[in-house]
């Protein structure tokens, strides 16, 4: 290709920044995946009409709401994968689990509830429980967050003074020795439920407090969940927006052992934050590197967010 040839090529619509020749060939590749990809899910005659029917358009994109809102449905895959039970059974109380570590079996009775209404019956009963910790706080909001559409508005009202609780035990527990993961996971869990349980708000500035004299702690899934969270929360919390780019070196430090889904949502992020700089570029050129060898084997979404961001 000619361009191959030229030490750098313009980007269209990004005030005249250039990369290298190699970043517009991993770009032409993106592009080769995406088509690839299109034809295979719509079909081929899908993808003849739509490629070669017009001229190409300029891309338009939605408000960063709906961006958020769009990419918030697959948020449940970001995180932690836990077994579940069925939804109507009832909790069991941590005394009725044979266990030789009561807070393992904590951890495991409240990562076995499958509704919102079942992870919150079991806060209420054990949140006095002496080995209630960092982890169980951790472990409940998460499980909030991945079946927030189990529940309703009625539901909440009932469980109110729980949620609240549960929010002062997290702050009152949050120290130095707490697990990078559990905050990571509580950051991602309070980009989830911020508007839908409005008491997670006042846990946020500790939690951001502590990712910031823990960043170098986080593995790529945990820094990438917090840079997705800070997307969602760019209006709402800009303490978490401006530790973005410290969180983001993290992950450009490890970025090798990251998978596509990582990569593509902190891209997006990025993209959403709008972040310049070397040190931007740097994570951009090094991320579409990493991604270029498995373009194949990303999900649709995940070509969508490398794209746009």
């Keep these: 290709m000619a361009f191959v040839h030229q030490r750098s090529c313009t980007l269209p619509r990004a005030c005249g920044s250039t990369i290298s020749w190699k970043g517009c060939l991993v770009m032409a590749r993106l592009a080769s995946a995406l088509a690839t990809m299109a034809a295979w899910t719509c079909g081929p005659a899908w993808f003849l009409q739509h490629a070669f029917s017009c001229a190409p358009q300029p891309l338009k994109l939605p408000p960063c709401d709906c961006l958020v809102s769009n990419l918030a449905r697959r948020a449940s895959s970001i995180g932690i994968d836990m077994r579940g039970t069925d939804a109507s ?11 030789d570590d009561p807070a393992k079996a904590l951890t495991r009775l409240i990562s076995g509830e499958s509704s919102a209404v079942g992870v919150l019956e079991v806060v209420g009963k054990e949140i006095s429980n002496p080995h209630f910790n960092i982890i169980h706080v951790s472990t409940a909001l998460h499980r909030l967050a991945r079946w927030q559409h189990t529940v309703d508005k009625q539901a909440l009202g009932q469980y109110e003074a729980v949620l609240d ?5 997290a702050e009152n527990l949050i120290t130095k020795e707490t697990p990078a993961q559990a905050i990571a996971n509580m950051i991602w869990a309070s980009a989830k439920l911020w508007s839908q349980f409005p008491a997670i708000q006042r846990l946020l500035p500790s939690l951001v407090d502590a990712a910031d004299w823990m960043s170098t702690l986080f593995i790529p899934q945990a ?3 917090i840079l997705w969270a800070a997307a969602v929360l760019c209006k709402e919390a800009p303490k978490l927006s401006e530790l ?3 969180i983001m070196d993290t992950l ?3 970025i090798k052992s990251a998978n596509g889904q990582q990569i593509a949502n902190a891209v997006w992020a990025v993209g959403i934050l ?9 994570f951009i050129e090094a991320a579409l590197v990493r991604s270029t060898p498995e373009l194949l084997r990303f999900q649709p979404q995940e070509l969508g967010n490398l794209c746009w961001g």
């Design 89 to 99: 059974s009832k909790p069991t109380l941590i005394h009725h689990l044979p266990s």
């Design 165 to 169: 609780e549960l929010i002062t035990t």
């Design 274 to 282: 709008e972040l310049k700089g070397a040190r931007v570029d740097g």
């Design 252 to 254: 450009a430090s490890q």
């Design 223 to 225: 820094a990438s969940n």
């Design 244 to 246: 973005a780019p410290t």
